[in-house]
């Protein structure tokens, strides 16, 4: 059974940072790239990042030089390091795996900036 479980999110001040992590079970961690969304109330759910299976990463323009996503292929986890926050930042933000047109997805962890 494929199993995603985020955590790390909470409440923080503008500027501030928070690490979110993906832990990945019962998936082909190494063969597969791992993902984070986020879905703010009122908005439909985006792409925030996402690393694949050689390391190489991608980022929305809204995130681009403030986050930082890294794997750790022993730990089977997907870390998101969310530097200077800011209030439109807030949303929950999910995990995200693919696999042969399956989307499997974690029960989501909630991230709040304030200003």
């Known amino acids: 059974e494929v199993q995603l479980v985020e955590s790390g999110g909470g409440l923080v001040q503008a500027g501030g940072s928070l690490r979110l992590s993906c832990a990945v079970t019962?998936?082909?961690?190494?063969?597969?790239?791992i993902g984070w969304f986020r879905q703010a109330p009122g908005k439909e759910r985006e792409g925030v990042s996402c690393?694949?299976?050689?390391?190489?990463?991608y980022y929305g323009n809204s995130v681009k030089g403030r986050f930082t996503i890294s794997s750790d292929n022993a730990k089977k986890t997907v870390n998101l390091q969310m530097n200077s926050l800011k209030p439109e930042d807030t949303a929950v933000y999910y995990c995200n795996a693919e696999k042969l047109g399956t989307d499997y997805w974690g029960q989501g962890t909630q991230v709040t900036v304030s200003s």
């Open positions: 690393i694949d299976s050689d390391g190489r990463t």
């Open positions: 019962g998936f082909p961690f190494d063969d597969h790239g």
